[in-house]
């Protein structure tokens, strides 16, 4: 039992000290080389990719009258040169400023005494004696007493802001014409690179005439701005770190 239960202890613990070894032996054999960047490939033959599915209403049909060059599904009589299709690209635009700020204080106390006696009991109080100590006194047989208090306060205080352009490709035409965007972009600059991904649904009517959607726009948006690098490896805590923080219980 002991053996099975040291086993099932030491193996997580080997496991993260092999998958740590392995990433620090990656880093090592790439000293001196700057970010890879990754390839361009099209995102619905990569391994993680989903299609979307979501609650559709029925299809409308399109109609069209004789003699006439105009549908019911068109927007202009024009050329439309927004993206309509698969494969097109649109620019979306990211300008997000977000601020909050928030206090939190908490502040808690609690006492209790409890008391005992016996003075009196048809005479049988004098008989205590014989089963507790002698020098019992039946006036105070018991007294309990007990405090605790607690106060804790906190405060955190967010800003972020994120203003940029970027192209995203049409991946997916939902069946009641909405449109499934995916986009990525990487800038590397020296040894430090930014990533840019976002992906979510967008309605053709929300396009501008220029081609462009605001981010508030999609729905069920996905939007990730990190980087790698030397300034990103720096500004994370080490491995040892980060271990001893999850498996320290105090």
């Not at 086993?7 to 001196?32: A, E, N, Q, Y």
């Not at 405090?147 to 009641?176: F, V, Y």
């Not at 220029?210 to 990103?232: F, H, K, L, P, W």
Request: net charge negative; charged share 25%.
């Amino acid at each position: 039992m002991r053996k099975t239960k040291y086993i099932r202890t030491v193996t997580p613990l080997l496991s993260c000290l092999v998958m740590t070894g392995c990433s620090t032996m990656d880093k090592v054999s790439k000293i001196g080389e700057a970010p890879e960047m990754s390839k361009i490939e099209n995102p619905q033959i990569q391994a993680d990719y989903q299609p979307v599915s979501l609650p559709m209403p029925a299809l409308k049909n399109v109609s069209r009258q004789k003699n006439s060059l105009w549908q019911s599904d068109r927007v202009t009589f024009f050329k439309d040169q927004r993206a309509a299709d698969v494969g097109d690209i649109i620019t979306v635009m990211i300008d997000i400023k977000d601020e909050a700020t928030m206090d939190n204080e908490t502040e808690r106390s609690r006492s209790s005494s409890e008391d005992a006696a016996l003075p009196a009991l048809l005479g049988y109080e004098q008989a205590l004696n014989r089963v507790l100590p002698q020098a019992i006194d039946n006036t105070d047989l018991t007294d309990f007493g007990a405090s605790s208090s607690h106060s804790g306060s906190g405060s955190t205080e967010r800003e972020d802001e994120i203003k940029l352009r970027m192209a995203a490709l049409i991946t997916q035409i939902l069946p009641n014409g909405n449109m499934v965007i995916h986009g990525k972009q990487e800038v590397r600059v020296n040894f430090e690179k930014r990533i840019l991904n976002i992906d979510g649904v967008i309605r053709p009517e929300d396009i501008s005439p220029q081609n462009t959607i605001s981010y508030d726009q999609i729905a069920e948006a996905r939007i990730v701005y990190g980087g790698e690098g030397q300034i990103t490896d720096m500004q994370q805590p080490r491995y040892g770190q980060q271990l001893y923080d999850i498996i320290f219980p105090f």
